[in-house]
T-cell receptor, first 113, second 114 residues
Framework: GESVGLHLPTLSVQEGDNSIINCAYS??????FIWYKQESGKGPQFIID?????DKRQGQRVTVLLNKTVKHLSLQIAATQPGDSAVYFC????????????FGSGTRLLVRP | SAVISQKPSRDICQRGTSLTIQCQVD?????MFWYRQQPGQSLTLIAT?????????ESGFVIDKFPISRPNLTFSTLTVSNMSPEDSSIYLC???????????FGPGTRLTVT
């Protein structure tokens, strides 16, 4: 079946450095992806999305890159701040449904002062 | 985006009892979903809450255990029935307006079953 996986369960970065969180997906037909940020005790927060007709999309301090050839996407956070500490999930639209998502396992980002 | 609220935010329940979780959105939405997030884990879709009809359950989840209501386009409930300690999780509702695939989540309900 379809799956979405993150490469590292934990990523530790120095404050001010750039962070890169990676995600792989199994279904080459996947055409929509979302990155979520989940802080402790809160629900997942929508960060940025990307459709398969794009390779790159930028938001405020965040960039998502999509490589359909190797079925890989990444979330880049520029100038990482302590407030960026959270668990980050990537999600892909399920092939069997327009609106259902399948989630990866999550990467915990730790920001060192 | 909209304001999505859930009640209760957390609860501690005894084995064998049931808990109903409410999800309220401040605008009408097309799709509402219920997820479970076990401690330290990712999100698993329980079901799609359909307005005016029975919910659509994912594999491994059944209506007798997780009855869902959705009486209108802004409100849904999830009941966790006959609870056991294995039901201890965060339960999250999410919404989609149907004009894109963007999905937004409520704050979650943290359930502990003793």
């Amino acid at each position: 079946g379809e799956s979405v996986g993150l490469h590292l369960p934990t990523l530790s970065v120095q404050e001010g450095d750039n962070s890169i969180i990676n995600c792989a997906y199994s279904n080459s037909a996947s055409d929509y992806f979302i990155w979520y940020k989940q802080e402790s005790g809160k629900g997942p927060q929508f960060i940025i999305d990307i459709r398969s007709n794009m390779d790159k999309r930028q938001g405020q301090r965040v960039t998502v890159l999509l490589n359909k050839t190797v079925k890989h996407l990444s979330l880049q956070i520029a100038a990482t701040q302590p407030g960026d500490s959270a668990v980050y999930f990537c999600a892909a639209r399920r092939e069997d449904s327009s609106y259902k998502l399948i989630f990866g396992s999550g990467t915990r980002l730790l920001v060192r002062p | 985006s909209a304001v999505i609220s859930q009640k209760p935010s957390r609860d501690i329940c005894q084995r064998g009892t049931s808990l109903t979780i409410q999800c309220q959105v401040d605008s009408q939405v097309t799709m509402m979903f219920w997820y479970r997030q076990q401690p330290g884990q990712s999100l698993t879709l329980i079901a799609t809450a359909n307005q005016g009809s029975e919910a659509t359950y994912e594999s491994g989840f059944v209506i007798d255990k997780f009855p869902i209501s959705r009486p209108n386009l802004t409100f849904s409930t999830l009941t966790v029935s006959n609870m056991s300690p294995e039901d201890s999780s965060i339960y999250l509702c999410s919404v989609d307006w149907g004009n894109s695939y963007e999905q937004y989540f409520g704050p979650g309900t943290r359930l502990t079953v003793t």
